[in-house]
């Protein structure tokens, strides 16, 4: 069965400095992994997407994840954080054939200081 | 918000009655989705609709019914709202050609159960 663990309910970074969230998959299949972000009383936002193209996926507001088969991760990275990049994180998975069953993970808590 | 509407956007309503949330899409999408928000939870899916008149459950669809009788909206039923199902729940639409697990969600409905 597939499931995705985020590995940190709360990140807290300063401004300016680099944004590391972490995330790890299982899945039997070839999985597709998505990233949303969602702003306090807000909907979700789709910030990337890796479906097999490419192993460096890159998404809105300069955010990147790098897909590690061998590490089953699929981790969320930003060079330099912005007061309005405080929200929450879901990492996100998908089987193929799933008719869009999505497992999200719990989501991990962005704080920004300034 | 790719289009979507949820209404009401916020209800408070007793344990025991009928409740109705009503998604509504302009776009002509196929899929459409029903999920639920809790804290330490991320999303779970409830149901989803491949058509109209074609539905199927997802992973906490108990105490839940959902109708599609045309393409635009996709209602979703507490047949006798409990206290557990105090939530924020977001509906999502699929748009065809970018696969049925690159979803968009709406703005959510909260629902308080007293």
């Known amino acids: 069965a597939q499931s995705v663990t985020q590995l940190d309910s709360h990140v807290s970074v300063s401004e300016g400095t680099p944004v590391l969230l972490r995330c790890n998959y299982s899945s039997s299949y070839s999985p597709s992994l998505f990233w949303y972000v969602q702003h306090p009383n807000k909907g979700l936002q789709l910030l990337l997407k890796?479906?097999?193209?490419?192993?460096l996926v890159k998404g809105i507001n300069g955010f990147e994840a790098e897909f590690k088969k061998s590490e089953t991760s699929f981790h969320l990275t930003k060079p330099s954080a912005h007061m309005s990049d405080a929200a929450e994180y879901f990492c996100v998975v998908s089987e193929d054939g799933s008719q869009g069953n999505l497992i999200f993970g719990k989501g991990t808590k962005l704080s920004v200081k300034p | 918000d790719a289009g979507i509407t949820q209404s009401p956007r916020h209800k408070v309503t007793e344990t025991g009655t009928p409740v109705t949330l009503r998604c509504h899409q302009t776009e002509n999408h196929r899929y459409m989705y029903w999920y639920r928000q809790d804290p330490g939870h991320g999303l779970r899916l409830i149901h989803y609709?491949?058509?109209?008149?074609?539905?199927d459950k997802g992973e906490v669809s108990d105490g839940y019914s959902v109708s599609r009788s045309k393409t635009e909206d996709f209602l979703l039923t507490l047949e006798s709202a409990t206290s557990s199902q105090t939530s924020v729940y977001f509906c999502a639409i699929s748009v065809a050609g970018e696969g049925t697990d690159t979803q968009y969600f709406g703005p959510g409905t909260r629902l308080t159960v007293l």
């Open positions: 609709s491949y058509g109209v008149k074609d539905t």
């Open positions: 890796y479906t097999s193209a490419a192993t």
